[in-house]
């Protein structure tokens, strides 16, 4: 038999990663080799780029920072620009081990999924030593997948995710906070396949997490919010509808 | 505050609150700021309708700025005015977000065309 061959794009958004890209890119090229790799610079302040233009790492520059959920909607837009079948997505402070993304990417293609999310929680089905507020948050978005799309989805908020050609465009078209439990739930109300497939992550070692204390208190309010909103937007835009 | 007055209030607040949501589905308000105007909204309604807030409010604000009751016009224009800049704000941060994203994307190197990048569907790398 023939087999057509999937083209597999990487995309890892990194906004000032310096201290772990290298070892990321690196990694991502040994243990993918068939994959093409896209980094997505979020207009990194520090050595980020210098490191990847000696890596020699294509490279989509954002002139200016705009933040985690628009760096991830570039790599949505260059995957279908340059027609991939399959876009995965990975951090780049070195929390994913690469190595895990071919187990994740094979359930991806013989479960049909249109969106895999590498979940840190759906094994357990709890969230273990997580800080109480972050432990929270997750709780709160997890129901909110679980009422809205009907599917309960453990860890939304991670960054592991594999996704078909087939959602590049309602992903490129609507607007997302971080294309988490919001895209879940849109995806999944317009009739597309969100699953979960077990991964572990690594202590995050250099860098700081996007969510500061402010971020921390606002951002799941505009996460629910979006949740909301995409229920009602899901109305608009699936095919046939006015 | 009379009982219509009440009535005329939180109608008037659904409607802005209506829009605030239409407008951040449609992409044309920043959800950051549509949280913070949703909040002020539900904010004063709540001030309005509770009678010890609406009480307390009454006092403080007679107390420190004794205004005209058509003062309320005024606040209510710059509600108005307020959310449609920020209406703009955002349609303009959208915009050049966008134009980012394209220049990032046609900087980026092209692929060439028909180059087979990928794996087959069944065949591991490391195989």
Same mark, same amino acid.
């Given at each position: 038999?023939?087999?057509?061959? !999937?083209?597999?794009?990487?995309?890892?958004?990194?906004?000032?990663?310096?201290?772990?890209?290298?070892?990321?890119?690196? $990694?991502?090229?040994?243990?993918?080799?068939?994959? +093409?790799?896209?980094?997505?610079?979020?207009?990194?302040?520090?050595?980020?780029?210098?490191?990847?233009?000696?890596?020699?790492?294509?490279?989509?520059?954002?002139?200016?920072?705009?933040?985690?959920?628009?760096?991830?909607?570039?790599?949505?837009?260059? *995957?279908?620009?340059?027609?991939? +079948?399959?876009?995965?997505?990975? #951090?780049? #402070?070195?929390?994913?081990?690469?190595?895990?993304?071919?187990?994740?990417?094979?359930?991806?293609?013989?479960?049909?999924?249109?969106?895999?999310?590498?979940?840190?929680?759906?094994?357990?089905?709890?969230?273990?030593?997580?800080?109480?507020? %972050?432990?929270?948050?997750?709780? @709160?978005?997890?129901?909110?997948?679980?009422?809205?799309?009907?599917?309960?989805?453990?860890?939304?908020?991670?960054?592991?995710? *594999?996704?078909?050609?087939?959602?590049?465009?309602?992903? !490129? $078209?609507?607007?997302?906070?971080?294309?988490? !439990?919001?895209?879940?739930?849109?995806?999944? $109300?317009?009739?597309?396949?969100?699953?979960?497939?077990?991964?572990?992550?690594?202590?995050?070692?250099?860098?700081?997490?996007?969510?500061?204390?402010?971020?921390?208190?606002?951002?799941?309010?505009?996460?629910?919010?979006?949740?909301? @909103?995409?229920?009602?937007?899901?109305?608009?835009?699936?095919?046939?509808?006015? | 505050?009379?009982?219509?007055?009440?009535?005329?209030?939180?109608?008037?607040?659904?409607?802005?609150?209506?829009?605030?949501?239409?407008?951040?589905?449609?992409?044309?308000?920043?959800?950051?700021?549509?949280?913070?105007?949703?909040?002020?909204?539900?904010?004063?309604?709540?001030? *309005?309708?509770?009678?010890?807030? %609406?009480?307390?409010?009454?006092?403080?604000?007679?107390?420190?700025?004794? *205004?005209?009751?058509?003062?309320?016009?005024?606040?209510?224009?710059?509600?108005?005015?307020?959310?449609? @800049?920020?209406?703009?704000?955002?349609?303009?941060?959208?915009?050049?977000?966008?134009?980012?994203?394209?220049?990032?994307?046609?900087?980026?190197?092209?692929?060439?065309?028909?180059?087979?990048?990928? @794996?087959?569907? +069944?065949? +591991?790398? $490391?195989?």
């Amino acid at each position: 038999m023939t087999a057509k061959a !999937a083209r597999v794009l990487v995309a890892v958004p990194a906004f000032n990663e310096a201290v772990t890209i290298a070892e990321v890119v690196t $990694r991502v090229r040994r243990s993918l080799p068939g994959f +093409d790799l896209l980094v997505i610079n979020d207009g990194s302040t520090d050595r980020t780029q210098e490191i990847l233009d000696d890596l020699g790492v294509e490279t989509a520059h954002h002139l200016c920072n705009l933040g985690y959920g628009r760096a991830i909607q570039t790599a949505i837009k260059y *995957a279908a620009h340059h027609r991939y +079948d399959v876009l995965i997505t990975l #951090d780049a #402070d070195g929390q994913h081990a690469p190595e895990q993304v071919l187990a994740l990417f094979h359930e991806f293609q013989a479960s049909g999924h249109h969106c895999l999310v590498g979940s840190r929680f759906v094994e357990g089905r709890d969230y273990g030593a997580a800080p109480f507020d %972050r432990k929270l948050g997750m709780l @709160l978005f997890s129901w909110l997948t679980w009422i809205f799309a009907g599917k309960r989805i453990y860890d939304t908020t991670s960054g592991l995710k *594999a996704i078909r050609a087939a959602v590049f465009e309602p992903l !490129a $078209r609507w607007h997302f906070v971080d294309f988490h !439990a919001e895209a879940i739930v849109y995806l999944s $109300r317009l009739g597309f396949k969100v699953g979960e497939f077990p991964i572990t992550v690594a202590e995050r070692r250099a860098g700081v997490s996007m969510y500061s204390p402010f971020k921390a208190l606002v951002y799941p309010l505009k996460t629910a919010l979006m949740v909301l @909103l995409a229920v009602a937007h899901a109305r608009y835009s699936r095919p046939g509808a006015a | 505050m009379t009982a219509l007055g009440g009535v005329v209030l939180i109608l008037a607040a659904a409607l802005v609150g209506g829009w605030i949501l239409d407008l951040i589905r449609r992409g044309r308000l920043y959800v950051g700021y549509g949280i913070v105007l949703l909040a002020l909204i539900v904010m004063v309604v709540g001030v *309005a309708v509770v009678p010890f807030a %609406r009480d307390l409010a009454h006092a403080l604000l007679d107390r420190l700025f004794p *205004a005209e009751p058509v003062a309320v016009v005024g606040l209510a224009a710059l509600l108005l005015l307020f959310i449609y @800049l920020l209406h703009q704000l955002s349609v303009l941060s959208d915009r050049v977000a966008t134009l980012t994203q394209e220049l990032a994307i046609r900087r980026a190197p092209p692929k060439r065309d028909g180059e087979a990048s990928g @794996l087959p569907e +069944d065949q +591991d790398p $490391r195989e």
